[in-house]
């Protein structure tokens, strides 16, 4: 798993400047008992679950592909209550990579413990984040998810190969923060009706679906511009495909 | 405060006694070049307090500067392309060279008073001054190394190590740390000593004779508006007609994808221009008379041309008079900052 973090040195210096202050703390005010969550992020194709390099699929539109490549963001977690009070976690950016299976899952911690009802999230990177300035853990640029001569995060990576496309290869670098090519997206998916029971005893898990078929919606590989370097208009495109369905809730388990 | 100043002078001096800077042209600890922002400058995007300038952490990023380990060929540093008598921008080079003698498609810009740059570049791809670097570095034709290459690298030199865990006091060396290292000599590169600038800031040694004032009042009148503030620069992108054109670089219309940006590209600070030819985004003109006699009969018209090229009576460009041009030249040379291009502090360090 791939975290934003602080750097170290300012952690440690906010805990020094809290050490040597922190002579009043207020022990009055009552503390929120919390929980964690955990997340699994399985990409799919279709109904099967997504092998690099060896599997064979085929778009909905008829297109054959590999995909050797398939890495995006999660971002800016928020757990909502039926009552509509939510839980935002605070600096929360992940990097799922098919090639790291430890990436495929991520721990949500402090989460006040309750009965959650829904999820929303970013995929990708807000704006802010994007022109931050060299940060670490999932946002550190040397994991390759970062434009170097363009300012901004490559909020989902595909790369792959079909026979279909005039160069061979597909290549699908999604990402942009500026109108009127802003790829932002943030998604809702369902829990079913399913609740998330945070406890301090118990861990329940949100098992996700990501298809990759979902990023091709209305494609045929043989277009001039179903590729995708940079933002812009095709990068759009690829977004709108991803942020309608490709993330869905398969199943939760209460733990 | 005073606690604070001992602490840093005090860790300052265990650094020189440690030995690991054997140069002897360490200028006094309080003296980080461009830690005071000059009053007559606007307010700083890339502010004091967001990478706090410190001895350390600069002669850090100047080290990393001239390093040439930065390339994967070990032999392209960021001062070979960014030569500080010539305002760090490539004397005599149309366009960049980098590894393996490769050749790159734009003129390197000066690098001075980057801290006030809200972007980067001729397109202004880069927006923040930490992740600049990563362009060069990775552009096939210029540094063609790989972040990660370069931590390695830097890892794998246990002076790197003492100097970088010195400052940032965590190892290994990570990217934040490199790039923000690098970031502390960029932000540093402030040009404000010229005779202009004693002249603007009322100081000893700030007079200008009367064509020069002749040539600053034309600026003021027909060249502010793209080139404004004492930075001389609007920090727009426009079309000042080049080409009909512009298939080979599509300038900042290649970040936005907008068509109504073909052909614009980053308005140049005018600051130690006479250093910086030649000029234009591909290096075009080799001299300034070249550059006023673009302005005046040279414009070239297409759909996205700057409107205050177009005047109203249908001719292109800004006349000039041979009177002016002289005049101009005259008040361009005052933006010469010798206190700038001659710091030693900013020097490549002889070994």
Known sequence: MLFSKLPAFWIALAISAITFTGCDKDDSSPTTTTGTLDVEMENMVGTSPLALNTGNYTTEAGDHF??????????????????????????????VKESDAASHHFTIPDVPVGDYTGITFTIGVDSLHNVFGAQTGALDPSNNMFWSWNTGYIFLKMEGTSPESPSKALVFHVGGFMKPYNAIRTVSPSFNGKTVMVRTDHSPEIHFHADVLKLFTGMRFADTGSTSHSAGANAVRVANNYSAGMFTVDHIHAN | MLRLGFILLATGLAGCLAGCQ?????????????????????????TLETNPPTQEAFELGRTLFYDPRLSRDNQVSCGSCHQQYAAFAHADHRVSHGVDGLLGTRNAPALQNLRWKKTFFWDGGPQNLEMLPLAPIT?????????????????????YQERFAKVYGQSPINSQQFLRALAQFLASLTSANSRYDHYARQEAGGQLNETELRGRT????????????????????????????????????????????????????????????????DGRFQTLAQVLDHYDKG??????????????????GIALSAQEKSDLLAFLATLTDEQFTKDKRLAERQP
């Open chain 2, 299 to 316: 414009v070239v018209d297409s759909p996205t041309l700057d409107p205050l090229l177009r005047q109203t009576n249908g001719r292109l």
């Open chain 1, 66 to 95: 590999t995909v050797t490549t398939f890495n995006y963001y999660i971002s800016n977690i928020k757990l909502t209550k039926a009552d509509g009070s939510a839980f935002v976690q605070p600096e929360s950016y992940y990097l």
């Open chain 2, 22 to 46: 054997p140069d002897a042209d360490v200028l006094q600890p309080e003296t980080v070049p461009g830690a005071l922002l000059p009053t007559n400058f606007p307010a700083p995007v890339y």
């Open chain 2, 139 to 159: 552009n096939p034709v210029e540094m063609d190394e790989t972040l990660e290459n370069v931590l390695r690298k830097l890892n794998a030199d246990p002076k």
């Open chain 2, 218 to 281: 034309l600026v003021a009148q027909k060249c502010a508006a793209c080139h404004a503030t004492d930075l001389f620069s609007d920090e727009s992108f426009r079309n000042n007609g080049l080409n009909k054109s512009f298939a080979a670089d599509s300038g900042r219309a290649h970040i936005t994808s907008l068509p109504a940006d073909q052909g614009r590209f980053k308005v140049p600070s005018l600051r130690n221009v006479m250093l910086t030819a030649p000029y234009m985004h």
